[in-house]
């Protein structure tokens, strides 16, 4: 349902978003006669095309790099989004040429926007540079207020409207993880009834696959009831992040810079627990507690009606993690010796597992002791290199 890519661990520039962007058709199609088509004009159209093709072939293939041993596909992901840089920019550039000849249509710009906030949020999973959750954020936001999919429910092809579902989902994701509840809720909603319609409409076999969504997001924002106030009565999100000036005071004789947390290994592996998108509610946590706060970037809209930084994203040195939903014992072992053999000098690397404990069936083995012991359900243990 959700699609996983590898990001590079180098940093990415902020792509500003035009506030009345357009969209692409599909491409190498003209409209209107080649003949009357001034050079320059077609010259835009075979070039945006050409970024066109090239962004998606880009794209796909992340899809097939592994997800540890970085230096593999740092260079590839830096190359995919000079692409989408360009392509972005291009068409902010041609968009009036790019609608008149090329047929371009609101939903696929927001298409090219819902992929730079996908590469966006990969390149925080694999950082953990929180900073750009806001930058995903900023995309995936702009992308509703703009009504780039509105169009999308005109259309009588179901694999459109998928789409739009799959950006709602991936919002929201976004949103959890930026402690965005109240937007949460409302996303839902909105989810729940592009689901509605979409499921009478076209009468799909996806049917309970977009229903389990629902649910699991509804059980995901069940699980933690507790809710805070503050002195006025109005509700206070808690943030399980390191804020800034939080951290403990050193004890005394322990000297700053002594082993550094480079790494985490998060695993998620107990039966029926609540998650979404392969994100359990103990590995949302425990990769927050392993981050600082992110950076707020303060948005302001500048006199060609863009929308800009008022400040570049400040770097945060946050430990790199691996997030694995059940994995096999061969991927389990796979990925922890790649990042142990990563590991710089005089750093640590964290182990998470959430697992079901197992239970002794009263069954002895050669030495007389049961031939199954009951693990505790939740183990940390860390190992230096």
């Not at 592994?66 to 360009?86: A, C, E, I, L, M």
Request: with cysteine; charged share 20%; aromatic share 12%.
């Amino acid at each position: 349902m959700f699609t996983s890519l590898l990001v590079s661990s180098s940093p990415l520039p902020r792509l500003s978003i035009h506030l009345t962007g357009v969209a692409y058709q599909k491409a190498g199609v003209m409209t209107g006669a080649e003949d009357d088509i001034p050079l320059g004009e077609r010259k835009t159209v075979t070039d945006f095309c050409y970024l066109l093709d090239k962004s998606k072939q880009l794209f796909n293939g992340l899809r097939d790099l592994p997800q540890y041993r970085h230096k593999q596909w740092q260079s590839y992901f830096g190359r995919t989004f000079d692409v989408y840089t360009k392509l972005w920019k291009f068409q902010q550039q041609h968009r009036q040429v790019l609608e008149n000849r090329h047929g371009l249509k609101r939903w696929q710009i927001g298409e090219v926007a819902s992929k730079i906030g996908q590469l966006y949020y990969h390149y925080y999973l694999r950082t953990s540079e929180t900073s750009y959750l806001n930058e995903a954020f900023s995309f995936y936001s702009a992308i509703r207020q703009r009504s780039y999919y509105y169009q999308v429910n005109k259309e009588d092809r179901p694999e459109l409207v998928v789409k739009k579902l799959r950006y709602y989902a991936r919002y929201i994701v976004v949103c959890l993880l930026l402690n965005k509840m109240d937007l949460v809720k409302v996303l839902v909603k909105e989810l729940s009834e592009e689901i509605e319609e979409y499921t009478q409409r076209f009468n799909t076999e996806d049917q309970l696959e977009w229903n389990l969504v629902l649910q699991e997001v509804a059980a995901f924002l069940e699980a933690d009831p507790v809710v805070v106030l503050n002195n006025e009565n109005t509700v206070v999100v808690i943030s399980n992040r390191l804020q800034e000036g939080g951290m403990s005071p050193l004890e005394q004789g322990m000297v700053v810079g002594q082993l550094t947390l480079a790494d985490a290994l998060i695993i998620g592996n107990c039966n029926n627990q609540v998650k979404f998108s392969e994100l359990t509610i103990d590995m949302f946590r425990i990769l927050q507690a392993l981050e600082r706060e992110p950076v707020n970037l303060a948005t302001t809209t500048s006199k060609h009606g863009t929308l800009e930084p008022s400040e570049k994203p400040a770097k945060r040195e946050n430990p790199h993690k691996y997030l694995l939903y059940k994995p096999t014992f061969s991927q389990l072992f796979t990925f922890l010796s790649a990042s142990f053999k990563e590991l710089p000098v005089n750093s640590v690397l964290l182990v998470y597992l959430s697992a079901t404990g197992v239970f002794p069936t009263g069954c002895l083995d050669y030495e007389g002791t049961p031939a199954f012991c009951k693990h505790t359900r939740t183990h940390c243990c860390i190992k230096t290199k």
